[in-house]
């Protein structure tokens, strides 16, 4: 069974979130908040698995199930303005910045009031008006990107920074050293996030990785680097904005890795066959981000029993709503299927 030994950690603890809370600058009803969101991600994740068993995604998709407390910390951690270039696992970071789950859900079913008008689906969902750039079916894909992006933001000295997403697997892409060896000889303003669940395909990343954890490789490149309990949401908050504030100091890049874990398959054709069932359970009942982050809140005296009732009961309308909003949207029209596409 794989287990964490959290003595690797760079150091974090969460004794008493009030405390902690404080430390950090998070107000109460952020707290909350944060406790929504990550809520909201999951049954939004729910749902579109039982839209596509219902056969109305067409592809494929990938869900961040388990993986919240990454999307969350990262959300409330970073600037609005800043850029974002996520992954084909995205949809949690979508949400945690702020977007809009019936154009979301519209995306997923194909539907013209989608994101990307249907165009994009589950894997290239963008909002370039809030300056998210796009996810990116290629794994490694938004590397390179980001190199480029953090070039523009620093030639034209904007107090903004690049925010990439990507997993485990694309750890081991060559672009990956490429991209960190530019960012880092030009002290570009780019937070690199390694959004570590353990599995690629179908190996554990023990097999496939030489050197882990990765943020040791960002040490090569002078790139300072931190590996943290990514299922604790108050770790990802501290680690990615203290991230965040350093990049856009000028100081240049830094790299945080946050290990965590899916419940789901790699993606919708994966048999789930490399791993065992108790480890799937183990995770979802020791060390569920949702889970974890609700005892420390009810510990606290922040929420209670029917707080969460109310909460969870809210977020199921909200999602509830969006299906409603995609099944009721019009189909692209197919005079117009080439436009908006541009590659």
Known sequence: MTTWKKEEFDNFETTDVLVKSKELG???EQLVDMYRTMVKIRLFEEM???????????GTMHLSAGQEAVAVGTGFAITKGDY????????????ASGADVNKMMAEFLGKETGYCRGRGGSMHI???????????????????????????????????????IFGDGAANEGIFHESLNMAAIWDLPI??????NQYGMSANVA???????????????????????????????????NAAENARSGKGPVFVEAQTYRYFGHSKSDRNLYRTKEEIDYWKSVEDPIIRFEKLLLTANLINDQSIS??????????????????????????????????
């Open 26 to 28: 998070l107000k109460q």
């Open 191 to 196: 937070l690199y996030l390694c959004e570590n």
């Open 84 to 95: 974002l270039l996520n992954h084909h696992r995205g949809h949690g970071h979508f949400i």
């Open 207 to 241: 097999r496939v990785s030489a050197k882990t954890p990765f943020k040791d490789r960002a040490a090569a490149y002078g790139i300072p680097g931190y590996y943290i309990d990514g299922n604790d949401v108050l770790a990802v908050y501290e680690f990615i904005r």
């Open 48 to 58: 579109a698995d039982k839209q596509y068993a219902l056969g109305k995604v067409h």
């Open 126 to 164: 963008a909002d370039v008006t809030a300056n998210n750039l796009g996810a990116n079916g290629i794994v490694g894909g938004g590397l390179q990107l980001a190199a480029g992006v953090g070039l523009a933001v620093q030639m034209k000295k904007k107090e903004q920074i690049v925010l990439t």
């Open 310 to 343: 109310k909460i969870k009961e809210e977020m199921s309308e909200v999602i509830d709503e969006s299906v409603t909003f995609a099944e009721n949207s019009p189909e692209p029209d197919v005079k117009d299927v080439m436009e908006w596409v541009y590659a």
